[in-house]
């Protein structure tokens, strides 16, 4: 089985080493191809000291496309999608491979515990939940960005939607298609947007992205 795992970074250069040198560790994965989508840190400089592959977009598109640029010309049994801010944590990656490895679940996505510190109010989080739920899935973690799933899936969900309604599109699209999507608990944490102005500026923008995927999905 060949392992790929995707990383879309956009000026990460903090955490980007020690993310990728976590993942590094996964024995199970073979490939590791870091997307940089359009940073102007160095980004794309340390993800090739780091060893992995990378592949420069001209400027910012958006995790979604940057992961439909990433996932091009790589032959693999298995994608893994990583957020590039998991610092060490990424090596809980194992956690929602192995399910897909063992051919429990076709998709596999990451189950965070709680924040460490408050955020918004929920709404985003319970809109991608209602959406999915129509599907007939209860997802505890609609919009975790970590992800597992067999090349076929892969294939059957693409093209991914722009902007932060991926996961919720991604979700929806292999539910319809009798996929057997799961949860598994992990130990990862991440980058966490506070309740500040530039907190609630992108929630507005991730509600408005989910709010826009799920009338799209509904209208396929």
């Given at each position: 089985?060949?392992?790929?795992?995707i990383?879309?970074?956009?000026?990460?250069e903090t955490r980007?080493?020690?993310?990728?040198?976590?993942?590094?560790?996964?024995?199970?994965?073979?490939i590791?191809?870091?997307v940089?989508?359009?940073?102007?840190?160095?980004?794309p400089?340390i993800?090739?000291?780091?060893?992995?592959e990378?592949?420069?977009?001209?400027?910012?598109?958006?995790?979604g496309e940057?992961?439909?640029?990433?996932?091009?010309?790589v032959?693999?049994?298995i994608?893994v999608f990583?957020d590039?801010?998991?610092?060490?944590t990424?090596?809980e990656?194992a956690k929602?491979?192995?399910p897909?490895?063992?051919g429990e679940a076709d998709?596999c996505?990451?189950?965070?515990?709680?924040?460490?510190k408050k955020?918004g109010i929920g709404?985003?989080k319970?809109l991608?939940s209602w959406?999915?739920a129509?599907?007939g899935?209860k997802a505890?973690?609609?919009l975790?960005?970590?992800?597992a799933?067999?090349s076929?899936?892969?294939?059957?969900?693409?093209?991914f939607?722009?902007?932060?309604?991926i996961?919720?599109g991604m979700t929806?699209?292999?539910l319809?298609?009798?996929?057997r999507?799961v949860?598994?608990p992990v130990?990862?944490?991440?980058a966490e947007?506070?309740?500040?102005l530039?907190?609630f500026?992108?929630r507005?923008?991730?509600?408005l992205?989910v709010?826009?995927v799920?009338?799209a999905?509904?209208?396929?």
């Amino acid at each position: 089985m060949r392992v790929a795992a995707i990383v879309p970074a956009y000026n990460e250069e903090t955490r980007l080493a020690s993310t990728l040198k976590a993942i590094q560790e996964i024995p199970e994965i073979n490939i590791i191809r870091v997307v940089n989508d359009g940073s102007t840190d160095r980004t794309p400089e340390i993800a090739g000291e780091c060893g992995v592959e990378v592949v420069n977009l001209p400027a910012n598109m958006g995790k979604g496309e940057a992961i439909n640029r990433g996932v091009r010309g790589v032959e693999a049994d298995i994608f893994v999608f990583l957020d590039a801010d998991l610092g060490d944590t990424a090596r809980e990656a194992a956690k929602i491979l192995m399910p897909v490895l063992s051919g429990e679940a076709d998709l596999c996505i990451a189950k965070f515990p709680p924040p460490k510190k408050k955020g918004g109010i929920g709404m985003v989080k319970r809109l991608a939940s209602w959406g999915i739920a129509r599907e007939g899935m209860k997802a505890q973690e609609p919009l975790s960005g970590q992800r597992a799933m067999t090349s076929q899936v892969l294939q059957d969900v693409l093209p991914f939607h722009s902007g932060f309604g991926i996961e919720v599109g991604m979700t929806i699209r292999a539910l319809r298609q009798g996929y057997r999507v799961v949860e598994v608990p992990v130990q990862m944490s991440h980058a966490e947007t506070g309740r500040n102005l530039k907190g609630f500026i992108h929630r507005g923008r991730q509600f408005l992205d989910v709010a826009r995927v799920i009338l799209a999905e509904n209208r396929r």
